[in-house]
């Protein structure tokens, strides 16, 4: 199993940026999808989170109305836009796999984040 984050940089607060996640190693589209952040000296949390057909999304209340989660089962990618950046929205942003079709990841991170399959992380970082 192999997800590779990419699209992470610096964006001014107000900005936009795009995340890409790209899986391999397993049936991409049999699984839910999910991304999570992590500030130094705090742990993982999860972000937004997608069935494995796209039918149901969710949202962490900090960025819900701001970040939309999509996937494209064809491609094996994973996205998350992020509008209207804040300087707290700055962290390192993971891509993970959720353990079947359907999303845990909102009930069970945290504290069993080392439950999910992540990759190795994009920094994002929002500032003048």
């Known amino acids: 199993v192999q997800l590779v984050e990419s699209g992470g940089g610096l964006a001014q607060p107000g900005g936009s940026l795009r995340l890409s996640c790209t899986a391999s190693?397993?049936?991409?589209?049999?699984?839910?999808m999910s991304w999570a952040r992590q500030v130094p000296g705090k742990g993982l949390e999860w972000v937004a989170a997608?069935?494995?057909?796209?039918?149901?999304?969710l949202y962490q209340e900090a960025v819900k109305g701001r970040f939309v989660i999509s996937r494209d089962n064809a491609k094996n990618t994973l996205y998350l836009d992020m509008n209207n950046l804040k300087p707290q929205d700055t962290a390192v942003y993971y891509c993970?796999?959720?353990?079947?079709?359907?999303?845990?990841?909102?009930?069970?991170?945290?504290?069993?984040?080392?439950?999910?399959?992540w990759g190795q992380g994009a920094q994002v970082t929002v500032s003048l």
């Open positions: 993970g796999r959720d353990l079947g079709p359907i999303s845990t990841v909102q009930v069970m991170c945290p504290p069993n984040c080392d439950q999910f399959t």
């Open positions: 190693g397993f049936i991409f589209s049999s699984y839910g």
């Open positions: 997608i069935t494995s057909d796209s039918t149901q999304t």
